[in-house]
């Protein structure tokens, strides 16, 4: 979602706190006019682009997704003397809802990984030369995936290439069949897919490169994957908001305070 994320020298110097939706470093510091909680320019901008399509009309104000703070405006391009101001009421000309699928798949970024490493036995999975049998339910896995982390609705393009890598890579040097050892083909396989993955993920990349291995690693397809995940995190279903949920969520240390991406404050159903 944060391309600029990848340009260092556009980066906040010696801010260690990373943006709480990219978790990248801060691109074009910015500020939610009422809370102040700091983001990435274009990262909140996407999110009230994402939070306005859910609405049959622009809406003027924009929930923080830190606090649920109600903001009217973006601060950014603060330069010590003067500052710009986007107004949340602006034509964004953008319509992309994210599904209920969507924000669980996004929340998950969110939490510890070590919290689902261990679901499935990725070892297994290397060793026993797993990955050379065809997943036919990759490329849609894939497709919910990158929509949900770029919040971008035509992802078909950047979906054709990942999994273009993902194939070739599983199935690179096979005639040396039993010279492989399932340590290097993992590695070499993550590295690929993360060179592929990078320019689209930015910051996200690594986690990406886990949840697929896990994905791929389960065997499953994507409803019985999502209720063998869910179960780990202590959630009922994608979307989930009760409390008991969020305080199911937050008994596991998250990376960063509570996103409130599962909220549903649209006046459009799912």
């Given at each position: 979602?944060?391309?600029?994320?990848?340009?260092?020298?556009?980066?906040?110097?010696?801010?260690?706190?990373?943006?709480?939706?990219?978790?990248?470093?801060?691109?074009?510091?910015?500020y939610l006019d009422k809370c102040f909680h700091k983001f990435c320019y274009s990262c909140i901008v996407q999110w009230t682009k994402v939070v306005a399509g859910k609405h049959s009309r622009p809406p003027s104000s924009v929930k923080c997704p830190l606090c649920k703070t109600e903001n009217l405006s973006i601060i950014h391009g603060y330069d010590g003397s003067s500052f710009q101001q986007h107004y949340i009421n602006q034509d964004f000309g953008y319509s992309f809802i994210l599904t209920r699928a969507h924000k669980y798949r996004l929340q998950c970024y969110y939490t510890e990984?070590?919290?689902?490493?261990?679901?499935?036995?990725?070892?297994?999975?290397?060793?026993?030369?797993?990955?050379?049998?065809?997943?036919?339910?990759?490329?849609?896995?894939?497709?919910?995936?990158?929509?949900?982390?770029?919040?971008?609705?035509?992802v078909d393009i950047i979906v054709h290439h990942i999994l273009g890598v993902i194939n070739s890579s599983l199935t690179r040097n096979e005639q040396k069949f039993h010279q492989i050892v399932p340590e290097?083909?993992?590695?070499?396989?993550?590295?690929?897919?993360?060179?592929?993955?990078?320019?689209?993920?930015?910051?996200?990349?690594?986690?990406?490169?886990?949840?697929?291995e896990?994905?791929?690693?389960?065997?499953?397809?994507?409803?019985?994957?999502?209720?063998?995940?869910?179960?780990?995190?202590?959630?009922?279903?994608?979307?989930?908001?009760?409390?008991?949920?969020?305080?199911?969520?937050?008994?596991?240390?998250?990376?960063?305070?509570?996103?409130?991406?599962?909220?549903?404050?649209?006046?459009?159903?799912?």
């Open positions: 979602m944060n391309e600029e994320s990848n340009n260092s020298s556009a980066c906040s110097s010696g801010d260690s706190n990373p943006c709480p939706i990219c978790l990248g470093p801060i691109v074009q510091d910015s990984p070590g919290i689902v490493n261990d679901i499935f036995n990725v070892s297994r999975y290397w060793k026993s030369h797993k990955y050379l049998q065809p997943n036919r339910w990759l490329q849609s896995w894939l497709r919910r995936e990158i929509q949900a982390l770029m919040q971008e609705e035509d290097t083909k993992q590695e070499d396989v993550k590295a690929l897919v993360s060179n592929a993955a990078n320019p689209f993920l930015g910051a996200r990349t690594e986690r990406f490169v886990n949840e697929l896990l994905f791929l690693a389960s065997g499953l397809n994507i409803e019985a994957y999502d209720a063998v995940y869910m179960h780990r995190l202590g959630w009922s279903s994608p979307g989930d908001s009760s409390e008991a949920s969020k305080e199911a969520l937050n008994e596991r240390t998250t990376v960063i305070p509570y996103l409130y991406i599962f909220d549903d404050d649209s006046d459009e159903p799912d």
